[in-house]
């Protein structure tokens, strides 16, 4: 089976999930990060010209304000015309199919979808639908891939460190229910990171996490010593409420990053997170505002390889 | 009583329903649809800069992401800058009349409002309130027209048929509720279909359907044979469980087109359908999908159609 | 303390209430808008490309269609791409914090925030925390200020009146609830108009209101004698179920506006509204749509202030 990732030349034809990407590919999308850093950073005028003309369909069927946004900004910012549908609330209350959703936008001559979807695997069924014109980027399916998230992580983490091949670097939280887990897991081994472990309490970990060739650890105290960064996850409030944990300030005591447990790290390892965070939940707010955070710069670095995965898709 | 949709000089001042439209502006809109059919395909860049530097306001105070969609992007394919209003959940709420509403909205040097309303007429309330300089555009009003809908149609059968005057039409479903049904009627007729046809059950019928110059028939085996096109209607979920009809199952039975009843069609018999598709119900999926259906090439133009529409309203 | 709304060198920085704006930068506003004013009048394209390449995010914790739309058409007008985020019903439901939010929109290099929020003092809060670089307008904050509507009522006044000096000006209706009120009457006294009344009931008034500088009045035929302009205030419909008054016919008996009373003013007297109306509620149709009504010329002028606001703080 090929990978539907690619296209026959080997150049990127959808960004569905950092799993089976190349690893030239890979540093393809971080190199070009870096070029669209440097243009907002140095200008005024924060606009280019690559997608005037295209239209990009933010297809959403889990509501995702945030996410939405740093597409929608992306896509503006290289000049798309951008249309927001919040499909959840519309045409699939009318009886479609989502593919008879897709077959009218792609007959409306639809050249982007970023889909986000509570389905694992939404945006891999429409990639295969597509007619090969069409580029699809997953913005987060189900339990799967957010493969956009785990490439800003990667970008930031090589802004700050540089090189890969010399890390320890562990994620923290709620590895059983978490996308962004997954793709930072894939994305971090093809790049060549010698050493990822997870923490989590066992109710929070996926069967066989082993197999993705990670180090498992369920205590703080073991798994962040000397690690260069440290990407927390997001603990969903419906996880809080549910029978997996025992409330949310157990969790806070347990798997919550303080100062304290932060100084088992290296001195100058990074603190990620993708937001939005719950202070005092998984993250103290002394350490999200503290000098080792970089989780604004995350936010920057996340419009930048929104706009670099665009015009890839776009041959641009 | 003057035609609303004209101005002095015979130009077309607002777009409210096929209904009275000369058969010279129809096609006219259909000579100038297909120029837009043919720069989208031909084209890397699917803009025009017609519209540059005009408001067009999506003025929807009945949902429809569908509809509103199409002419989001017609618009902003013609470089228009668009402003979405869901009226349903707003303004409206706080008390204020429509007429306000459109009239702040002029005040704000609107040039052209797209509408869609529950209520028949709202369009044509608007049209007949407004400045000159402001062109209306009627997304479906009620049970009353939607003619953009008939429109796309009827350049789906000129693009497949060539001719209107040797054709023989039927539209199938639910006439009694539809808009599109009454808008395509008189759009067919001033085109010059010769054999219009008619085929629903007696409780989706209205009254005196034939004084509208149709064939009326309620068995789809006498009402298919021999036709060139076959117009579907979407049957809404709404009837499906009111008193009017048995059962979906029922009514599939009956008068959902399945490739058995087609075979009674001319060979080269088009299907079309106006969307979104109730599979199973109103037509069997082998169809929707089959050789006959031109369902999705109708989407395509129905962007076209609109972008016709709003440059020759604008006067471009 | 510094004045949070202008920079070191006494440039406009954010526009957040008319209180403590000095006289030299609400005549450059107004000045500014005459000239936005003509330019839309004049020409048959309204776009300039003063906010080119600028990000500005309508940034709505409280819904208001009518007040986003007019910042929407604004920052569309002056070229700039426009976010609108609803946040009521995204990330603060996921437990972020309103100045988080903020922090992660400023990291995606967001230029301009126009704010509503029902708490007094959220627009400042986020001025006080925002980088340099990074303007705020505030569209409405709680009972505090809407200083965009205040200035639009100016300019209206200056467009009918010329000068300010010379002017008896009366504001009517529910002034306890009003941040219109509040930024009127601040704009007002610091352009020297010598006579400000104020008309409402004891129960919609707030204690101490002459401090204001304002005159106070509960009766319309006392209060309308030889006015110049009556600025009427909108009945919130929440106001009208509650205990402060007897019912919407009893208000409109004592504090609506009717041809009758308005007979009492100036006979040049213009009347003004900020909307949306309720008619038959504080204004009768007949007034509301009579020779003295400049209603809807303060929404064409609303527009041009809102232009003018965003193109001063962008140093445009």
Redesign the interface.
């Known amino acids: 089976m090929n990978n539907p990732q690619l296209n026959k030349h080997g150049e990127l034809q959808h960004l569905l999930s950092t799993e089976g990407l190349p690893v030239s590919i890979l540093r393809d999308i971080l190199d070009r990060t870096a070029s669209f850093v440097n243009v ?1 950073a140095g200008s ?4 280019v010209p690559l997608l ?2 295209k ?1 990009v369909f933010n297809l959403f069927f889990e ?4 996410t939405r ?2 597409f ?2 992306a896509a ?2 290289l000049s798309a ?1 951008v ?1 927001n ?3 959840g ?3 699939s209350s ?4 989502l593919l ?2 897709v ?7 639809a050249d982007m979808f970023v889909v986000r979807h509570s389905q694992s695997g939404a945006a891999h069924l429409i990639a295969r639908h597509v007619a090969p014109r069409i580029h699809v980027i997953n913005a987060g399916d189900g339990r799967h891939a957010h493969p956009t998230q785990a490439l800003l992580d990667m970008f930031t983490i090589r802004h700050y460190k540089k090189e890969f091949h010399n890390l320890r670097v562990v994620i923290v939280g709620d590895i059983l229910h978490s996308r962004v887990a997954r793709s930072q897991i894939h994305a971090l081994t093809t790049l060549g990171v010698p050493e990822v472990r997870v923490i989590a309490p066992r109710t929070l970990l996926p069967a066989c996490v082993e197999r993705l060739g990670v180090h498992v650890y369920h205590d703080m105290l073991q798994g962040l010593r000397e690690v260069d960064v440290v990407m927390m996850l997001r603990l969903q ?1 419906e996880r809080m409420q549910g029978a997996l944990l025992p409330s949310a300030q157990e969790y806070f005591k347990y798997y919550g990053l303080t100062q304290e447990k932060l100084a088992l790290a290296k001195a100058d390892a990074i603190v990620m997170h993708p ?5 005092g939940v998984e993250i103290d707010s002394s350490v999200a505002d503290g000098t080792h955070s970089v989780i ?5 670095f ?2 930048a390889v929104r706009m670099a995965a665009m015009s890839m898709l776009a041959g641009k």
């Open positions: 907002a005024e005028i924060k606009k005037h003309g239209s509501n995702s304000t945030r946004t740093t929608e900004i503006k910012r015309d249309v549908l919040n499909i609330s519309s045409s009318k009886g479609e199919t008879d959703t077959d009218n936008l792609c007959a409306m001559h409030n937001g939005p965070m719950n202070r604004l710069p995350q936010v920057t996340g419009i």
